[in-house]
Every structure is written in structure tokens, then in C-alpha cells.
């Protein structure tokens, strides 16, 4: 508009339910809209006009009927809000033509019908409203310009301004009529001496919500953030900042939360530019974003930044482009290049400065996580790109969705700076990570039950909520989720009860009972089975299928329940290692130890415990190694090469070498390779599978070291020498012996 000093447009309005304070906060629709022309220039007033709108729900609260007075035989008889807006244009445009004005702003008691009514109900029936509505007047601020004295805006109301100036109140019952024609009072006794108040303190409703960064040194007030929940997953910002539609988000300021696992968990924090704009986004706790309600609570700056904040300068250049539209793309094969990326978009889904317009997503050691980030230049290259959604690129189907620079900071921070799984407390003591799964206590006794059909977004806490009164027969750490060999859940979980029989009454209770949109089957089952299925095997009804691998023909060991109580590191022939994730909590560590015995976190069983490790099987294709009770359970990192060697010499000789045998260690593998890439190198050494151990680290990863069992000393030392630093799939290999 070209002035806003021509005219005011007092402007009223009621919904089907509540009004006054609360209005718009129970997200009825609005059925009463009623205004009024005030000339500042002349000091006239043109005819006052009420309107009632027929809402699509024609039903009206208690509260409403009796506040208003409106019956639902009148709005039956009135018109839709669309067609009432366009009838308010056309009553005030006339008007400002008879007048001689050319401009006008809305003027209002308290901003809740323009930000809480107006704005959410034009965006869910998708109407355009007019410019008019996104500036508007507040009455009660500019009285408080002019009457510092008649207490904070907040307190203000007509009854009380026209009290302090003194006016009578007026007769006039009809709702809507009475309140407009109260402000029209206020409002010439402002216009004229000694306030000749001029009207110009005017306030915005944004247009649209504006991307951007956030850097973690950014200040943010604690008044102005929100958590909002139960978002559907595909929900962009654009979709959140639409939800609270009439209220003003921070630039950037609408930060996705991820999951474990990197994908989205129904939650966001949203930055409003004020505490007053954060307030009234607490009003629309359980307001509707489609068929789901969102839930809208408190939160902090500093969890805002946790998830929104950045560091990074290649962040920080890729998203210092100006109004880009943001796909994030999942699935890519690892040997994927910029290339291959830009020809499976193709010429209609153009990248922003083509490869500049990329974001790979890496581990700290540069390996590829599958993840990218793609900057288009407008909308229609964006929706080009995202019919590419689950299209094959080499052997893999891509996903492809809506990402903001918040969520781009987000995974990056994931990767970059910490493990994957956020709840993880941070590491104690350094434990050898090998590829052996752990062993559960060879027992027949049918005290376990699987869950099978798991949300793949199902947590611990969503586990415990499902089994309800169960829970409380759930052994201490007994809760484990399995993971496939991508890292990410595979829909099962093991859980420990306290007994046979009451994991039979969950088995019978919890069968098939629905665990969000999904419902989940629940068997009986032992420890035994539970570890089968663990190295590979499959359990169903009809019994056990054996892991794909030849179990040994050993006899199976014994193991005892773990003490409270720390204990100091026992001889290599009485204790059992375990690497971790592990079924049981961890102890404190011993006491320093001379320097021939490394001081490590360990397990002391309360009875001598025989070490038990297949070496016919290579767990490491079979066991992806699924993690437990993730809120309960200390994970530890794997150790520096020199350190695992030290343990390793330390192990019982059935574990890691064969009667004189040597180990070598082998550092600067490639993340993919296995045990044929190892043996392929040593190719001449005539070594057996058995010789040969993946370590593998904190996230399931491979972490790029290995274990080589030689028959001899002498040979373990000439491998050495001859095959240091020689390439294995372009990376140089370093090798030294572990005596």
C-alpha cells in the first residue's frame, strides 16, 4: 500500500467458540466479522457494517451462543469467509472512493483476529487473503503511547480506555456493533488534542517464512522457542511455518529433530522473532496440521541450537545461497560422484552452480554416509527432482525428500562431530570392538519374548508404553533392538523377562497388539534361541532355522550372573571379554594395573567363565550388531590400534591366535573390506579364514583396522616386511606385529 495515514478500518470479529482472550485458540472457525471507516484526516465515520459467515462445521459452543447471541439459523443464511473477504473489499474500497482516500489499515483490539483466527483458517481452506491483512493496527498500543498512565497494553481493554478518558460506556448490546463502536470512541479522542495521535505504529504478519543458517555462536532467547510434535514425516518447514500461519517465525528459525538413525521423528523447535509471537504459539497446543493434531510445548535456545546450529564453513558457503529450494537424497551408493548425482536429476531438475549445488555427507574420516544435499533454484526444479523419489541409481533406490538448512546443519553435526545415536552417554574407558557378537547364557528356559513388526521408529520408551504392565517383569537392561547391517532398525527386539511364565502372559497379551500404525507379533522364546537368531538364524513358530555358517562343535560354555561390585582384571585362562554393545550393564574400572596389564572397562563374571569364539564364522556378515537399552547401556569406543593389539596379546589363546601362532595388525582399511579382501592381500601365507578379525567401532562401522593370525613369528614378521605399505584398493596399508 502506498500510505497507511488516509484511514482506519476498525475491524471485529467472533468465532463459533471461544472469544474475547482466547479467542482463536480452540481453532473454531470465525462466523462473525463486523466494520467500520474512521477518516484521520476529517475525523468522520462511515457506516458501520456486520456480516455474519457460514463456517463449514455449523455448530456452536455454549460459551459462544451465549456470549454472542448468534443462532445458527442466521449463519445457515450467510455466506461462506471467502465470500464475506470479498465482500469487505468491495464495501471499503467503495467507501474510500466516496471519501477521496486512496489507502487504509485495519485497526484492532489485541492481534488474535487477525493472528489467530483470520491467518490459520484462510491457510487450511486455502484462501488468499487480501495485502490489507498482513498489517494491521493495535488500538491498545497506541492509546498506551499516548496514556503511559493507563497501565501495561497487555492489561488494556475498551471498558477500561474509555474508563480513563472518561467517556460513558455505551448501551449498545449487539456483539460486534458495541465493540466496534467503542474503539471508534477511543480512537477520534486520540485524533484530537492534546494526543494527535498519528496511527503509524503499524504491525507485520510475514508473507512467508524465510530459510537461512544458524551459527551456534548466535544468542537466542529462551522466550522465543518451541517443541512441536507429532509432525507427519514428510512435513517441510514451509508445512510448519504454515501451521502457525499468522504468527512470525526467525529467519531459519524452523530446526527438524532427526532420530537415532537419522531420519525425521515427528518433532521440530521452532524461533519466533518474539516472546509475545512464542505465547501464542503455545495457544495452538493439539491444533490441527491435516487428520493430525500437534502437540506445542516450551522449549529452549540452546536446544534450538543443538539442532539448528552450525559450525561448519562448507555448511555455511552451501547454504549462503539466497531463496534455494533444499532435497536431501539418501541412499546413494558410496561410490557415488558429483556426476552421477547430476545425471540421475537430469536436465529438468538443474543443480544451483552444478556441483557447488552438491553436499555430500561424510564421516569424520571422509567416508561417504549415502546422504547428499541438493540446491535448486526454484520450485519447479525441486518438484522435477523429487518424481526421481526411490528411482535406482547403480543397484540402490534413492530417496528423495523437502529438507531445510536447519535439518542440513543437523546431519552434518550428526556425522561430523558425534555418533549417530545421540542418547548414548559419552565413552569411559577404551574396550577391544571385535566382530564376535556377544553370547547370551546357553539357556533353554523360555523367559524371552521377540516383538517382530516393529515401527522402524520404534524406541526403548515405545517398547516399554506397548508392554504396559509388563514392563515391570523386564529383567534390569533387558530391552535389545536389532539392527540390520546398514546400522538401522530392523523391526525386531529381543526383550529378558524375570520369568518363563511371564513371558508367556506377554506373549499372550501383547500378540498382535498395534504399536502405532503397525501391529507387532510377540513369541515366546529362550536365551538359546535368542542368541541363534542373533548370529544369523531365523525363529519362528515352527522352530529354529540355524545362522547361514558352520556353528562349532564345541561344547557349550558356562556363564554366570555379574556382581555389583568391581573387581581387578583376572588371568587371560578365568575371564571372558565381551565387546560392546553388551547384555549387561557395565562396572566401574579396576585399579591402575603395572604396565604389563593394560588398564581396560571390563566384565568380571562372579564365576570363572570359559571364552568361547566361533572362528569358523565370519560374524561380521551376519551380525549387524543390534544395541540395548540405549538409555541405560554404556557404549565404549574403539580403542587406538596399539591399545586393541595389547588387549589382544592379553586374550586366552583360543580367542585371537592358534598355539604359536603371531598376530600382525593391519591399519588404514578400506571401510568395505571383508575377510576374502584380507586373506586376497596375504595371498602365499596359505592363512584360513579363522586367522583373520574385523575390529569393528562404536557405530557397528567397521572402523578400518583388522587382527591376522600367523603360524609363526617369523612369518608374522616377513608379511611385515614385504607387504607394509602396499595398496589395498588404493589405500596403503600399515602393518605391524602385535609382540
Given at each position: 500500500?502506498?500510505?497507511?495515514?488516509?484511514?482506519?478500518?476498525?475491524?471485529?470479529?467472533?468465532?463459533?467458540?471461544?472469544?474475547?482472550?482466547?479467542?482463536?485458540?480452540?481453532?473454531?472457525?470465525?462466523?462473525?466479522?463486523?466494520?467500520?471507516?474512521?477518516?484521520?484526516?476529517?475525523?468522520?465515520?462511515?457506516?458501520?457494517?456486520?456480516?455474519?459467515?457460514?463456517?463449514?462445521?455449523?455448530?456452536?459452543?455454549?460459551?459462544?451462543?451465549?456470549?454472542?447471541?448468534?443462532?445458527?439459523?442466521?449463519?445457515?443464511?450467510?455466506?461462506?469467509?471467502?465470500?464475506?473477504?470479498?465482500?469487505?473489499?468491495?464495501?471499503?474500497?467503495?467507501?474510500?472512493?466516496?471519501?477521496?482516500?486512496?489507502?487504509?489499515?485495519?485497526?484492532?483490539?489485541?492481534?488474535?483476529?487477525?493472528?489467530?483466527?483470520?491467518?490459520?483458517?484462510?491457510?487450511?481452506?486455502?484462501?488468499?487473503?487480501?495485502?490489507?491483512?498482513?498489517?494491521?493496527?493495535?488500538?491498545?498500543?497506541?492509546?498506551?503511547?499516548?496514556?503511559?498512565?493507563?497501565?501495561?497494553?497487555?492489561?488494556?481493554?475498551?471498558?477500561?480506555?474509555?474508563?480513563?478518558?472518561?467517556?460513558?460506556?455505551?448501551?449498545?448490546?449487539?456483539?460486534?456493533?458495541?465493540?466496534?463502536?467503542?474503539?471508534?470512541?477511543?480512537?477520534?479522542?486520540?485524533?484530537?488534542?492534546?494526543?494527535?495521535?498519528?496511527?503509524?505504529?503499524?504491525?507485520?504478519?510475514?508473507?512467508?517464512?524465510?530459510?537461512?543458517?544458524?551459527?551456534?555462536?548466535?544468542?537466542?532467547?529462551?522466550?522465543?522457542?518451541?517443541?512441536?510434535?507429532?509432525?507427519?514425516?514428510?512435513?517441510?518447514?514451509?508445512?510448519?511455518?504454515?501451521?502457525?500461519?499468522?504468527?512470525?517465525?526467525?529467519?531459519?528459525?524452523?530446526?527438524?529433530?532427526?532420530?537415532?538413525?537419522?531420519?525425521?521423528?515427528?518433532?521440530?523447535?521452532?524461533?519466533?522473532?518474539?516472546?509475545?509471537?512464542?505465547?501464542?504459539?503455545?495457544?495452538?497446543?493439539?491444533?490441527?496440521?491435516?487428520?493430525?493434531?500437534?502437540?506445542?510445548?516450551?522449549?529452549?535456545?540452546?536446544?534450538?541450537?543443538?539442532?539448528?546450529?552450525?559450525?561448519?564453513?562448507?555448511?555455511?558457503?552451501?547454504?549462503?545461497?539466497?531463496?534455494?529450494?533444499?532435497?536431501?537424497?539418501?541412499?546413494?551408493?558410496?561410490?557415488?560422484?558429483?556426476?552421477?548425482?547430476?545425471?540421475?536429476?537430469?536436465?529438468?531438475?538443474?543443480?544451483?552452480?552444478?556441483?557447488?549445488?552438491?553436499?555430500?555427507?561424510?564421516?569424520?574420516?571422509?567416508?561417504?554416509?549415502?546422504?547428499?544435499?541438493?540446491?535448486?533454484?526454484?520450485?519447479?526444479?525441486?518438484q522435477n527432482a523429487l518424481k526421481k523419489h526411490k528411482h535406482i541409481l547403480g543397484k540402490r533406490y534413492i530417496e528423495l525428500f523437502r529438507s531445510t538448512a536447519a535439518e542440513v546443519q543437523q546431519v552434518l553435526n550428526r556425522y561430523v562431530s558425534a555418533p549417530l545415536i545421540s542418547t548414548l552417554p559419552p565413552p569411559m574407558v577404551p574396550v577391544p570392538v571385535l566382530a564376535t557378537?556377544?553370547?547370551?547364557?546357553?539357556?533353554?528356559?523360555?523367559?524371552?519374548?521377540?516383538?517382530?513388526?516393529?515401527?522402524?521408529?520404534?524406541?526403548?520408551?515405545?517398547?516399554?508404553?506397548?508392554?504396559?504392565?509388563?514392563?515391570?517383569?523386564?529383567?534390569?537392561?533387558?530391552?535389545?533392538?536389532?539392527?540390520?547391517?546398514?546400522?538401522?532398525?530392523?523391526?525386531?527386539?529381543?526383550?529378558?523377562?524375570?520369568?518363563?511364565?511371564?513371558?508367556?502372559?506377554?506373549?499372550?497379551?501383547?500378540?498382535?497388539?498395534?504399536?502405532?500404525?503397525?501391529?507387532?507379533?510377540?513369541?515366546?522364546?529362550?536365551?538359546?534361541e535368542m542368541s541363534f537368531v542373533l548370529m544369523g538364524g531365523t525363529l519362528n513358530r515352527s522352530g529354529l532355522s540355524p545362522p547361514p555358517c558352520k556353528l562349532p562343535c564345541l561344547s557349550p560354555p558356562t556363564y554366570a550372573a555379574f556382581p555389583a561390585t568391581a573387581a581387578a582384571l583376572l588371568p587371560a585362562t578365568e575371564a571372558a571379554l565381551y565387546q560392546p554393545p553388551l547384555?549387561?550393564?557395565?562396572?566401574?574400572?579396576?585399579?591402575?594395573?603395572?604396565?604389563?596389564?593394560?588398564?581396560?572397562?571390563?566384565?568380571?563374571?562372579?564365576?570363572?567363565?570359559?571364552?568361547?569364539?566361533?572362528?569358523?564364522?565370519?560374524?561380521?556378515?551376519?551380525?549387524?550388531?543390534?544395541?540395548?537399552?540405549?538409555?541405560?547401556?554404556?557404549?565404549?569406543?574403539?580403542?587406538?590400534?596399539?591399545?586393541?593389539?595389547?588387549?589382544?596379546?592379553?586374550?586366552?589363546?583360543?580367542?585371537?591366535?592358534?598355539?604359536?601362532?603371531?598376530?600382525?595388525?593391519?591399519?588404514?582399511?578400506?571401510?568395505?573390506?571383508?575377510?576374502?579382501?584380507?586373506?586376497?592381500?596375504?595371498?602365499?601365507?596359505?592363512?584360513?579364514?579363522?586367522?583373520?578379525?574385523?575390529?569393528?567401532?562404536?557405530?557397528?562401522?567397521?572402523?578400518?583396522?583388522?587382527?591376522?593370525?600367523?603360524?609363526?613369528?617369523?612369518?608374522?614378521?616377513?608379511?611385515?616386511?614385504?607387504?607394509?605399505?602396499?595398496?589395498?584398493?588404493?589405500?596403503?596399508?600399515?602393518?605391524?606385529?602385535?609382540?
Amino acid at each position: 500500500m502506498a500510505s497507511h495515514s488516509d484511514t482506519l478500518v476498525v475491524f471485529f470479529g467472533a468465532t463459533a467458540g471461544a472469544n474475547g482472550g482466547k479467542l482463536g485458540s480452540d481453532e473454531r472457525e470465525i462466523i462473525l466479522l463486523v466494520w467500520q471507516i474512521v477518516d484521520l484526516h476529517e475525523k468522520k465515520v462511515g457506516k458501520l457494517q456486520r456480516r455474519f459467515v457460514k463456517p463449514d462445521t455449523l455448530e456452536l459452543t455454549e460459551q459462544c451462543k451465549e456470549e454472542t447471541g448468534i443462532t445458527l439459523e442466521e449463519l445457515c443464511k450467510a455466506e461462506p469467509l471467502d465470500r464475506t473477504l470479498q465482500q469487505f473489499q468491495q464495501y471499503v474500497s467503495s467507501e474510500l472512493k466516496a471519501l477521496g482516500r486512496s489507502s487504509y489499515t485495519l485497526c484492532v483490539t489485541g492481534p488474535l483476529i487477525i493472528r489467530q483466527a483470520l491467518h490459520p483458517e484462510s491457510s487450511k481452506k486455502n484462501l488468499a487473503l487480501p495485502d490489507c491483512f498482513y498489517s494491521f493496527v493495535d488500538l491498545r498500543s497506541e492509546f498506551n503511547k499516548c496514556c503511559p498512565n493507563a497501565g501495561p497494553v497487555k492489561d488494556l481493554t475498551l471498558d477500561s480506555m474509555l474508563q480513563y478518558m472518561g467517556s460513558p460506556s455505551l448501551a449498545e448490546q449487539t456483539v460486534g456493533v458495541c465493540e466496534v463502536k467503542k474503539m471508534v470512541v477511543i480512537i477520534l479522542h486520540l485524533l484530537s488534542d492534546p494526543y494527535n495521535c498519528k496511527f503509524t505504529s503499524f504491525l507485520m504478519v510475514n508473507y512467508k517464512f524465510e530459510s537461512g543458517a544458524c551459527s551456534k555462536t548466535e544468542a537466542v532467547d529462551n522466550e522465543t522457542v518451541i517443541r512441536a510434535r507429532g509432525l507427519p514425516w514428510q512435513s517441510s518447514d514451509q508445512d510448519i511455518a504454515r501451521f502457525f500461519k499468522g504468527l512470525n517465525i526467525a529467519k531459519g528459525g524452523v530446526a527438524l529433530c532427526l532420530n537415532a538413525q537419522g531420519r525425521r521423528n515427528g518433532e521440530a523447535l521452532v524461533r519466533f522473532v518474539s516472546p509475545e509471537h512464542r505465547d501464542l504459539a503455545l495457544e495452538r497446543h493439539k491444533h490441527h496440521m491435516g487428520s493430525r493434531y500437534i502437540e506445542v510445548y516450551k522449549a529452549t535456545g540452546e536446544e534450538f541450537l543443538k539442532i539448528a546450529g552450525g559450525t561448519s564453513n562448507e555448511v555455511a558457503q552451501f547454504l549462503s545461497k539466497e531463496n534455494q529450494v533444499i532435497i536431501r537424497m539418501r541412499g546413494l551408493p558410496f561410490t557415488a560422484t558429483p556426476e552421477d548425482v547430476l545425471g540421475f536429476l537430469g536436465p529438468d531438475s538443474p543443480v544451483t552452480d552444478g556441483d557447488e549445488g552438491l553436499l555430500f555427507v561424510r564421516y569424520p574420516d571422509g567416508r561417504p554416509t549415502g546422504d547428499a544435499f541438493v540446491l535448486f533454484a526454484c520450485e519447479e526444479y525441486a518438484q522435477n527432482a523429487l518424481k526421481k523419489h526411490k528411482h535406482i541409481l547403480g543397484k540402490r533406490y534413492i530417496e528423495l525428500f523437502r529438507s531445510t538448512a536447519a535439518e542440513v546443519q543437523q546431519v552434518l553435526n550428526r556425522y561430523v562431530s558425534a555418533p549417530l545415536i545421540s542418547t548414548l552417554p559419552p565413552p569411559m574407558v577404551p574396550v577391544p570392538v571385535l566382530a564376535t557378537p556377544p553370547f547370551l547364557p546357553a539357556s533353554s528356559t523360555r523367559d524371552c519374548v521377540r516383538l517382530r513388526g516393529l515401527p522402524y521408529s520404534a524406541t526403548i520408551e515405545d517398547i516399554l508404553e506397548f508392554m504396559a504392565e509388563h514392563t515391570v517383569d523386564i529383567k534390569p537392561h533387558g530391552v535389545h533392538m536389532v539392527l540390520n547391517q546398514q546400522g538401522r532398525p530392523s523391526g525386531d527386539a529381543f526383550i529378558q523377562m524375570k520369568a518363563a511364565d511371564r513371558a508367556f502372559m506377554v506373549a499372550q497379551k501383547c500378540h498382535k497388539k498395534m504399536m502405532k500404525d503397525r501391529y507387532v507379533e510377540v513369541f515366546q522364546c529362550s536365551a538359546e534361541e535368542m542368541s541363534f537368531v542373533l548370529m544369523g538364524g531365523t525363529l519362528n513358530r515352527s522352530g529354529l532355522s540355524p545362522p547361514p555358517c558352520k556353528l562349532p562343535c564345541l561344547s557349550p560354555p558356562t556363564y554366570a550372573a555379574f556382581p555389583a561390585t568391581a573387581a581387578a582384571l583376572l588371568p587371560a585362562t578365568e575371564a571372558a571379554l565381551y565387546q560392546p554393545p553388551l547384555l549387561a550393564a557395565p562396572r566401574a574400572a579396576p585399579p591402575p594395573t603395572p604396565a604389563s596389564t593394560p588398564a581396560l572397562a571390563y566384565y568380571s563374571p562372579q564365576h570363572h567363565a570359559q571364552l568361547y569364539m566361533n572362528m569358523n564364522m565370519n560374524y561380521t556378515a551376519y551380525y549387524p550388531s543390534p544395541p540395548v537399552s540405549p538409555s541405560t547401556v554404556g557404549y565404549f569406543a574403539a580403542p587406538p590400534g596399539a591399545l586393541a593389539a595389547a588387549v589382544a596379546t592379553q586374550a586366552p589363546a583360543p580367542v585371537l591366535s592358534q598355539p604359536g601362532g603371531a598376530l600382525v595388525r593391519m591399519q588404514g582399511l578400506p571401510y568395505n573390506t571383508g575377510v576374502k579382501e584380507i586373506l586376497s592381500f596375504f595371498q602365499g601365507y596359505q592363512l584360513q579364514p579363522d586367522a583373520v578379525l574385523v575390529l569393528y567401532g562404536l557405530s557397528g562401522q567397521r572402523s578400518g583396522e583388522a587382527l591376522v593370525t600367523f603360524p609363526s613369528a617369523e612369518a608374522a614378521r616377513r608379511a611385515v616386511a614385504e607387504r607394509a605399505n602396499q595398496s589395498l584398493s588404493g589405500h596403503p596399508i600399515r602393518l605391524a606385529c602385535c609382540d
